[in-house]
């Protein structure tokens, strides 16, 4: 079980559209899901955490009104990238966890969106 | 605040050698500590884990030994094939953030192993 899903893998869109990544927990119900960002030879950088039915808690430096997160069900995540911009092309990846009181997270495949 | 630090690969090794990836960390209190790998293509899966210190985490050949004294979470394993292959990420958790605990990351060590 824990197995985390990530739709589209692959996404190249023209710069100012926008795009939405889906993060799916498959056979666990997930109260809190992470968002992270992972650029080439670095590690993993969180963008928001995101607990269900609530607001998305960003890190710091990171624009809430371009990566608009929201959680509505305990299965389901989005993360919509807006009006993205050549700079914003990288691999994401979601994770999530069950329950509060664990710290292990399952994590999805990743998407890898290019921005032309 | 709490950071990870993780020797930079990449490593490229013969099947059969032994491995060592070296993991240190700050923190306030008493983290969990987690080793994750990457393989090609694939998502991040946890390796192994230990919760307090002394604890030594194993799973697939690999193992790391919780060290406060050091602090430090080393990967270890005696013989490598070439399906380990991948990026080894080091983290620790958060322990001040309750319901929102995150993890902290390395910035990932590369392992090549060639038959």
């Known amino acids: 079980g824990a197995v985390v899903s990530q739709h589209p893998s692959r996404v190249i869109c023209k710069s100012g559209t926008s795009v939405k990544i889906e993060c799916r927990s498959l056979?666990?119900?997930?109260?809190?899901m992470f968002w992270y960002r992972q650029f080439p030879k670095k590690s993993l950088m969180l963008m928001a955490t995101s607990n269900e039915g609530s607001k998305a808690t960003y890190e710091q430096g990171v624009e809430k009104d371009k990566f608009l997160i929201n959680h509505a069900s305990l299965t389901l995540s989005t993360l919509t990238v807006t009006s993205a911009h050549p700079e914003d092309s990288s691999f994401y990846i979601c994770?999530?966890?069950?329950?509060?009181?664990?710290?292990?997270?399952?994590f999805g495949p990743g998407t890898r969106l290019t921005v032309t | 605040g709490d950071s990870v630090t993780q020797m930079e690969g990449p490593v490229t090794l013969s099947e059969e050698a032994c491995l060592t990836i070296n993991c240190t960390y700050t923190a306030t209190g008493y983290p969990s500590l987690f080793w994750y790998v990457q393989y090609p293509g694939e998502g991040l899966q946890l390796l192994l884990k230990a919760t307090k210190a002394d604890d030594k985490g194993s799973n697939k050949g690999f193992e790391a030994t919780y060290r406060k004294e050091t602090t430090s979470f080393h990967l270890e394993k005696g013989s490598v094939q070439v399906s380990d292959s991948a990026v080894y990420f080091c983290?620790?958790?958060?322990?001040?953030?309750?319901?929102?605990?995150?993890?902290?990351w390395g910035l990932g060590t590369s392992l090549a192993v060639n038959p």
């Open positions: 056979d666990f119900q997930a109260t809190t």
């Open positions: 994770s999530a966890r069950r329950g509060t009181g664990t710290y292990e997270q399952y």
């Open positions: 983290a620790l958790s958060d322990q001040h953030a309750g319901n929102n605990r995150k993890l902290i």
